[in-house]
């Protein structure tokens, strides 16, 4: 596939290694190349199977808008941006093309959720619960997309909105802790990312599977059918 990736950060560059290693054809844009989306012009959008974003919050709705007017599909691992979700799946559709997002890309993560979901019955049976997630200092966002996607799916199954704690320190990847406390036990589920590779592997799955198809998605779609 032809790739476009948007980002120069270190998962960016990580997506871009991958995508090379599985012999796709990549171009990267970083944010001075792409001031206000003005890159991404027809010509340049033209040959790209998928586009990929990993910028900030504060520039990927303009190029989110770009693409999806070019009829591009786009995979979104940007986060930070959820508040405009109703109206990106009616620009979406409107056009006809693919676009997939998703708090967190890892494999790892989307089978923590899965556990945190069956564990959330807990709360029915007088648990207490908590998240906690640590990031590296530089992070700008807190809480983490991803505390956010654990929190909203807990309450989704339990009824209970947990609070979020959040830790900005060193280099830490992402550490997300979910504590369930009752009088008589505690249960903690907790993953620790080694490093961002994770994220990069399952941000081009996610590409190759949004190839050709049309519609909003997240990534658990791709994770279910990858299990």
């Not at 520039?59 to 979700?85: F, H, P, Q, S």
């Amino acid at each position: 596939m032809n790739l476009l990736l948007l980002g120069r950060g270190k998962t960016g560059a990580l997506v871009a290694e991958v995508a090379r290693e599985r012999k796709h054809d990549v171009r990267v844009l970083g944010a001075a190349e792409n001031s206000h989306a003005a890159a991404l012009t027809a010509d340049l959008l033209h040959p790209v199977d998928v586009v990929i974003d990993f910028t900030t919050p504060q520039a990927v709705l303009e190029n989110i808008a770009a693409c999806t007017r070019a009829g591009k599909n786009m995979v979104v691992g940007t986060t930070a941006w959820y508040d405009e979700l109703q109206n990106i799946r009616r620009m979406v559709e409107l056009a006809g093309t693919g676009f997939l997002y998703g708090s967190n890309f890892s494999v790892g993560v989307n089978l923590f959720f899965d556990v945190a979901r069956a564990a959330a019955a807990a709360l029915r049976h007088e648990y207490f619960g908590q998240i906690f997630e640590r990031h590296y200092a530089r992070k700008k966002d807190a809480p983490s997309g991803t505390a956010l996607t654990l929190r909203a799916l807990i309450e989704k199954v339990s009824g209970a909105e947990l609070e979020i704690t959040s830790f900005r320190e060193g280099e830490v990847v992402g550490m997300h802790e979910l504590v369930l406390d009752s009088p008589e036990d505690t249960i903690y589920l907790c993953h620790d990312a080694k490093s961002r590779r994770g994220f990069a592997q399952g941000a081009v799955r996610a590409a190759e599977w949004l190839k050709g198809k049309n519609g909003c998605f997240e990534f658990k779609d791709v994770w279910r059918s990858l299990i």
